[in-house]
T-cell receptor, first 112, second 119 residues
């Protein structure tokens, strides 16, 4: 089971870049890494997914080193609306299907 | 993008009654749906995985007779909390996926959640 470890919480200020690192030492060869954002009383929202090296979309970048035992979500120029919990997930494939186990997540608080 | 809806968004019921929560994939077919439970300030806990047309697979510690899951079609899964008790009060979230099955890569879309309060 690919367990993930993230910092429990992080504080930042508006306009700064925020990097959240996730450890997943037991990641399987076929597993992708996915990050989600969750606001209170809402379902998680997909942010970005990657397998190796770097992936960038309109909201974030994901950096994955060659050994894939960790990954870093980078949020450029955060605003207060980015205050949320961020989850790093590594998929577990089993026979005939997939399932994902959520770790504790990182609670990001963006200050004015 | 793929949209998953849940109904109701919140429900209050009396202890001992049953409550049904619906999860629908609105613009895609979902062969697999997942049900999670989340308590305040905690992470999501996977309860069960349901595959269309077959019995759900429950995670360890989740009572299958208490949390009945039905996935009768490719766009609808239901979770019924039977004989609800106050300790069942929680935020229940479903997700649907994958849309494509590249090995290890999948897309999982979450519903908005259902807040259940048992009095």
């Amino acid at each position: 089971l690919a367990k993930t470890t993230q910092p429990i919480s992080m504080d930042s200020y508006e306009g700064q870049e925020v990097n959240i690192t996730c450890s997943h030492n037991n990641i399987a060869t076929n597993d992708y890494i996915t990050w989600y954002q969750q606001f209170p009383s809402q379902g998680p929202r997909f942010i970005i997914q990657g397998y190796k090296t770097k992936v960038t979309n309109e909201v974030a970048s994901l950096f994955i080193p060659a050994d894939r035992k960790s990954s870093t979500l980078s949020l450029p120029r955060v605003s207060r609306s980015d205050t949320a919990v961020y989850y790093c997930l590594v998929g577990l494939s089993n026979t005939g299907g997939f399932k994902t186990i959520f770790g504790a997540g990182t609670r990001l608080f963006v200050k004015a | 993008g793929a949209v998953v809806s849940q109904h109701p968004s919140w429900v209050i019921c009396k202890s001992g009654t049953s409550v049904k929560i619906e999860c629908r994939s609105l613009d895609f077919q979902a062969t697999t749906m997942f049900w999670y439970r989340q308590f305040p300030k905690q992470s999501l806990m996977l309860m069960a995985t349901s595959n269309e047309g077959s019995k759900a697979t429950y995670e360890q510690g989740v009572e299958k007779d208490k949390f009945l899951i039905n996935h009768a079609s490719l766009t609808l899964s239901t979770l019924t909390v039977t004989s609800a008790h106050p300790e069942d009060s929680s935020f229940y979230i479903c997700s649907a996926g994958p849309l494509s099955r590249t090995a290890g890569s999948y897309e999982q879309y979450f519903g908005p959640g259902t807040r259940l309060t048992v009095t």
